[in-house]
């Protein structure tokens, strides 16, 4: 969603027109989101108040991926929860317990407040035998003041006093695009994903077996590339080159990185 869709609650250039384009055609799509704070209706307001129309149930959360791994995990079970609105709903629908007596899990997820008395019973629920969930990666989050601590970073320091690694559920974990998958039934060798990094989008949908576009309208900048390993099928400057290629009908199904550099330019 950010970097790709919006950027600072503002739509990018061509993401409102690619929606256009999906719907139009019938085609299955979610916008995805490591962030955990929103539920979708939230997520709904905020997008159309920058001028997109996505309805709540083509929005996915990593709060909502948590959900649903763990309700498979142990259906009805019992949770400590460190998070807002979004990832607390998303449990609740799921049927679990939300307590700090004697939970099955510890979920850590983001939020703008975090407290130390919050994080200190964590910590000593996962010494009792918690088991440690987080809901994404994330070390850092932005503000209008600059870089915020994020779940990533109240991870690592639960684990540094615990000793215990935490399973993350949301991007990088091919998990996230799985669970999305089943959620519009749809199958890895038909679904493309984009996103605008690297280190999470890429790496994920790769791994879950999807066709891959990069867009460098979010974190990951072209002189970047070099320093990773591997490519993603697809590259573009933003959302608005892939519309325009998908409306020519050049979008290629199957391709590799020479090709898509020629049709990135």
Do not use: C
């Not at 108040?49 to 991926?65: F, H, Q, R």
């Not at 088991?131 to 209008?144: E, Q, R, V």
């Not at 400057?237 to 391709?255: F, M, T």
């Amino acid at each position: 969603m950010d970097g790709v869709l919006v950027h600072e609650n503002h739509a990018l250039k061509g993401a409102s027109e690619l929606l256009q384009y999906w719907r139009e055609n019938n085609l299955r799509f979610l916008v995805l989101t490591n962030n955990s704070i929103y539920t979708p209706r939230d997520l709904r307001a905020r997008l159309l108040a920058s001028g997109l129309d996505v309805p709540e149930e083509n929005i996915w959360t990593s709060a909502m991926a948590t959900a649903e791994f763990l309700a498979r995990q142990r259906p009805g079970g019992r949770t400590f929860v460190i998070g807002e609105a979004g990832l607390t709903t998303a449990l609740h629908d799921a049927g679990f317990i939300m307590t700090d007596q004697n939970p099955d899990y510890v979920v850590l997820g983001e939020t703008r407040t975090y407290s130390f008395e919050a994080i200190t019973k964590a910590i000593r629920l996962i010494e009792g035998g918690a088991k440690f969930i987080a809901t994404n990666p994330d070390a850092t989050g932005p503000s209008a003041e600059g870089s915020l601590p994020a779940t990533g970073a109240i991870a690592a320091l639960i684990t540094r006093a615990t000793n215990r690694d935490p399973y993350v559920v949301g991007k990088p974990n091919p998990m996230m695009f799985r669970s999305a998958l089943n959620r519009i039934d749809a199958h890895s060798e038909t679904t493309a994903m984009i996103g605008d990094r690297m280190d999470t989008d890429i790496v994920a949908g790769m791994e879950a077996g999807l066709l891959t576009a990069l867009v460098y309208s979010g974190i990951t900048a072209r002189e970047d590339m070099d320093t990773f390993p591997f490519r993603p099928d697809l590259q573009y400057p933003s959302v608005a080159n892939l519309h325009a290629e998908l409306v020519k009908g050049r979008v290629p199904s199957d391709a590799n990185p020479a090709e898509t550099k020629a049709a990135s330019k």
